[in-house]
């Protein structure tokens, strides 16, 4: 997991290539994707955990886990 307290960029490989999550002041998004409609990268941003944020050409899932101490984002390519 990525800890939303840190701002980094991280790329996960999926089936179209890499898709490129931005942790930044608390929040995460999907700033890069290699689908043809680009529907994640318009999903926005969220430092919410009921609302994940999803590649599904690319199959990548971004999630927001944890508990109020310690909250991380968990992504992962199928």
């Given amino acids: 997991g990525l800890a939303l307290a840190t701002n980094m960029t991280r790329d996960f490989q999926g089936p179209l290539g890499l898709t490129r999550v931005e942790v930044h002041d608390g929040f995460v998004a ?23 944020l999803v590649c599904i050409p690319n199959r990548v ?16 390519a199928r």
């Fill in 61 to 76: 899932q971004v999630r927001i886990i944890g508990d109020d101490r310690e909250e991380a984002v968990d992504a992962l």
């Fill in 30 to 52: 999907i700033r890069e994707s290699p689908c043809r409609l680009q529907l994640c990268v318009r999903m926005g941003q969220t430092r919410s955990a009921t609302r994940s």
